[in-house]
């Protein structure tokens, strides 16, 4: 079984890593990988694919249960998760548990083809336990369809579940660290109670992004 953790990375922090090994931990399985996501020409993304992917190696120096998985990035544009699950599902035979943050499941109805997603995968939802959790309409009937709580069931069959977890809170977003670099307050960062970049981001990617000034824009 492999557990993959989709994403901009932009940049990789603790509300991705904390939650993903967690999962990792409950389902059994020794390694996450990370997989950036290409993105679209038409975004703007402040950074290269080349930071985000050294990034994510620099997470996986200091976490040795963290793996890059750069297959996206090789694929044909446009990317789109469900054509990134078909070739992981060509490349290996292992089931895929691929993680998403409740956020994204609540706009899972507007990727392409999202009703295949489950053809490919297993899906985690790592939800974030003080939330309330309301998925809009067409996702709780989906969810009502396919969701299971019982982690043995994934072991079972290659794909077709999705599995609902409650994970350690993170407060944080990329877009939050990159407005905090942007305006030079690293220091603190602006949450119920305060806190410093360092617990939010790994020592190594913060060094990173210093030496070569992201996001000071
Ligand atoms: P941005 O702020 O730029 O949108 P992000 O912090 O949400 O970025 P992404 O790389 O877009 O990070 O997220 C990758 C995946 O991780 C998504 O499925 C997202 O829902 C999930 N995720 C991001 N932040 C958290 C968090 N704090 N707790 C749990 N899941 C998270």
Redesign the pocket.
Known sequence: MRVI??????P?????I???LYAADLLGVEHVDLMP?KLAPHKSVSVSETHRVNMIHRCCDTHSRLRAELIELSLPSPSYTVKTLRALNSKHDDTICF???????YNLDKWYEWESLLNYCHLIV?R?DSETFSPPPAIAKWLRRNAIQDIERLHQRKSGHVLLLN?P??????????NEIASENADTLDHAAPDTIESWVPRNVIEYINDNQLYSE
């Open positions: 953790l989709g994403g901009t990375f932009n990789p922090h603790y509300g991705h904390t939650p993903a996501c993680l998403i943050g409740a956020d994204s499941l790592m974030r994970t809170l993170k407060t944080i977003s990329s877009t939050q660290l990159r």
